[in-house]
C-alpha cells in the first residue's frame, strides 16, 4: 500500500500540462498551476509558524480553489479539518477551537457569517496558537492575531521567486521527501456542525486515505484527462476521496459545481462536462426518475409495452440513450450512487435497460469506502462485497438469513473520535471491530443486504422489529409523495409524508383531495405488510424535512 501523497505527488509531476481542476464555466487550473499554489501555501505556512500536526481548517464551498487549500495541508503534513459550507459558524468558531485549529481558509460567506457576531472571533483568536483566517480564493489575509501571519503573506511572492527563479518545473515537485507514518493523523472530520459536545471528529490516519485510493486506483477504471463533474460536498469523505483525491491522482480533469445542483444546472453541466464516471447519492437520481422517467413509463403505450417480453426493450433502450445522453454521453464508469439506500422502483428499472450504475457503501470512520463491486457484477439491492482489504462480518448467529449488525476491521477504519474516549470506546467491539450501526445480511457470494440502522428500527409492544426504510420506500413511489419517514408513536406505525400539493394542483387536485390522495394510498400499501408493521395513520406536510450534508434525513427530530 502506497502513501496517498506519494501517488498524488507523482501525479502531479507526470500530468503537468494537463488541466486539473475547474470551476465549472470559471477559472481551470493545469497540474502545473495547482502546484505553484500548493506552493504558496507551504510558504504562507511556514512563514505563519505552521508546524507538521498542526490543524488547519477548511470552512468553504466547493471550488477549485478549495482543491489546492486542501492538498496544500494534506502535503505539508498538517491535519486538515474541513468542515461543510452549511454548519453554523458559531459551531465552527467551537469545534475550531476544540480540535486546537491554527488557521482557517475560508470563502467570502464562510467569512462573513464568522464576522457577523463578534463572539465567533474574539473566541477564535484567544484559541491557543490560532493565526487567523485566510480567504481561499486568492490567499489573502483576512483576519490576523498578530503580524506574523501578515508578514508571511507579504512575503510570499519575492520567497515563491527566489526558490525558483526560471520558474517552477515538473522537477521541483517534491511532497513525498522520506517515508511518511502511516498511523500519522491526516484529517479529522466532525460528523455534524452543532457542538463540539455533540459533534464526533473522526480521526483519520494516512493509512485510511491510502487503502481507499490504492483500492480505487486498482478497481475504478479512470482514464487520463478523463473528466469528473463534481456535485458532492468536498468537506464530506465521499465527495473528498472519490470526487478529489483519487481523480486527481490519476491524471483526470475535475469540474467543480458551485452551489446546489439543480436538476436543470446539473443535467446542464453533465451533457457539457461528459464525465466518465459521476458519483451522488440516491436523491439526486430519484429525482430525476420521478420527474423525467417515471412519467412516461406510467403513460400507454408504455406502460403496456414494459409488460411484454421484447417489446419491453423498446421502451427500455429509448429510455437508456435519453438517460446516457443526459449525463453526457461519456460514461464508462457509470454512475455510483452512495450515501444511502437506493428506490427499488428506480434500481429496478435501471437494471433492467442495463444502465452502467453501481450502490456502494461506506461512511466517515472507514475514510469511507467498506463495500464497492463494477458494475459488471453488481448484484441488485446490494451495496456490493467489501472493499480493499478490510474485513467485514454481520453480527448474527446466522449472517445469510438473519439480520445483524454491520461490523468492519481494517486499515482504512479510524484511530478513534477527537478528545473523545467514551465516544471511542463505544464504537468498537471488545475484539476490536467498528460498529457500523447499519444492519445486514450477506449472500453466498459476500455481497452485502442493508436493511437499516439500528437506532431508526422500531421495536413492537409483541417484540417485532420493523425497519422504517424499507416501507418508506414503497411509499416514495406513491403519486404526490415528495418524500416520507415512518416512525413508531404510541404503539402505532406513523407514515409522514411531505406532499407534492404543487403536482396535484396541476392535475386538478384541491390541496385536500392531494391529502386524501396520499392517505388512500399509503394505508393502501398495509395489504403488502406484515400485521405488525400495517400503518395506523398517515400525517402530511409542506415543509421538507430537515437533512444532513449527504441529504439523510435527521429522523431524531420526528421522532
Not at 216 to 222: G, L, S, V
Not at 377 to 406: M, Q
Request: with cysteine; aromatic share 10%; proline share 5%.
Amino acid at each position: 500500500m502506497r502513501h496517498f501523497v506519494s501517488i498524488f505527488n507523482e501525479s502531479v509531476k507526470t500530468h503537468w500540462n494537463l488541466p486539473a481542476v475547474s470551476n465549472f464555466g470559471g477559472v481551470t487550473y493545469t497540474y502545473a498551476q495547482l502546484a505553484e499554489g500548493v506552493a504558496k501555501y507551504h510558504i504562507l505556512f511556514e512563514g505563519a509558524g505552521i508546524k507538521k500536526g498542526d490543524k488547519v481548517a477548511l470552512y468553504a464551498r466547493n471550488s477549485a480553489e478549495w482543491v489546492i487549500a486542501y492538498f496544500a495541508t494534506l502535503t505539508y503534513e498538517a491535519v486538515t479539518v474541513p468542515f461543510l459550507p452549511d454548519f453554523l459558524p458559531a459551531a465552527v468558531a467551537e469545534l475550531g477551537e476544540f480540535s486546537e485549529c491554527k488557521l482557517i481558509i475560508a470563502d467570502d460567506i464562510a467569512i462573513s457569517g464568522l464576522k457577523e457576531n463578534g463572539e465567533n472571533i474574539s473566541r477564535l483568536q484567544k484559541s491557543a496558537g490560532f493565526a487567523g483566517i485566510i480567504n481561499v480564493k486568492d490567499i489573502s489575509v483576512d483576519t490576523a492575531c498578530d503580524k506574523t501571519l501578515e508578514k508571511a503573506h507579504d512575503s510570499i511572492e519575492d520567497t515563491f521567486k527566489s526558490l525558483y527563479p526560471s520558474g517552477m518545473s515538473a522537477a521541483d515537485v517534491n511532497y513525498y521527501k522520506e517515508e511518511r507514518d502511516p498511523e500519522a493523523i491526516v484529517e479529522i472530520s466532525f460528523t455534524s456542525g452543532t457542538t463540539s459536545a455533540t459533534s464526533k471528529g473522526v480521526v483519520l490516519p494516512a493509512r485510511s486515505l491510502s487503502v481507499n485510493l490504492d483500492f480505487a486506483k486498482r478497481e475504478i477504471p479512470a482514464a487520463v484527462e478523463g473528466h469528473i463533474f463534481a456535485i458532492l460536498p468536498m468537506a464530506h469523505m465521499f465527495g473528498q476521496t472519490f470526487d478529489v483525491l483519487f481523480p486527481l491522482s490519476s491524471g483526470c480533469h475535475v469540474y467543480v459545481m458551485p452551489g446546489k445542483p439543480t436538476p436543470a444546472r446539473l443535467l446542464g453541466g453533465l451533457g457539457a462536462v461528459k464525465p466518465f464516471m459521476f458519483l451522488t447519492v440516491p436523491m439526486v437520481v430519484e429525482k430525476i426518475f420521478k420527474s423525467k422517467v417515471f412519467p412516461a413509463t406510467r403513460k400507454f403505450p408504455a406502460k403496456f409495452l414494459l409488460k411484454v417480453p421484447g417489446l419491453d426493450r423498446i421502451v427500455l433502450n429509448k429510455i437508456k440513450r435519453a438517460l446516457l445522453t443526459a449525463f453526457g454521453n461519456g460514461f464508462t464508469t457509470g454512475l455510483i450512487i452512495g450515501g444511502a439506500a437506493l428506490n427499488r422502483e428506480v434500481e429496478d428499472l435501471l437494471k433492467r435497460m442495463n444502465f452502467p450504475y453501481v450502490v456502494g457503501y461506506g461512511m466517515t470512520e472507514c475514510g469511507p469506502l467498506i463495500s464497492y463491486r463494477d458494475k459488471s457484477e453488481y448484484v441488485k439491492y446490494s451495496c456490493g462485497t467489501k472493499a480493499h482489504p478490510i474485513e467485514l462480518r454481520i453480527d448474527s448467529a446466522n449472517p445469510r438469513r438473519v439480520l445483524g449488525e454491520i461490523q468492519v476491521k481494517g486499515d482504512a477504519v479510524m484511530l478513534g473520535y477527537y478528545k473523545n474516549e467514551e465516544a471511542t470506546k463505544a464504537a468498537f467491539t471488545k475484539d476490536g471491530w467498528l460498529k457500523t450501526g447499519d444492519m445486514g445480511v450477506v449472500d453466498s457470494k459476500e455481497n452485502l443486504f442493508i436493511k437499516g440502522r439500528c437506532k431508526n428500527m422500531i421495536l413492537t409492544g409483541s417484540g417485532q422489529n420493523i425497519y422504517p426504510e424499507e416501507i418508506e420506500d414503497k411509499i416514495n413511489n406513491l403519486p404526490y409523495v415528495i418524500e416520507s419517514l415512518v416512525v413508531g408513536r404510541k404503539n402505532a406505525v406513523v407514515a409522514l409524508v411531505v406532499a407534492d400539493y404543487e403536482g396535484g394542483n396541476k392535475a386538478g387536485l384541491t390541496d385536500e383531495q392531494v391529502e386524501q390522495s396520499i392517505n388512500e394510498s399509503v394505508l393502501a400499501l398495509n395489504s403488502e405488510l406484515a400485521a405488525y408493521s400495517k400503518i395506523g395513520y398517515v400525517e402530511t406536510r409542506r415543509e421538507p424535512f430537515e437533512k444532513t450534508p449527504k441529504q439523510s434525513i435527521r429522523r431524531f427530530m420526528y421522532s
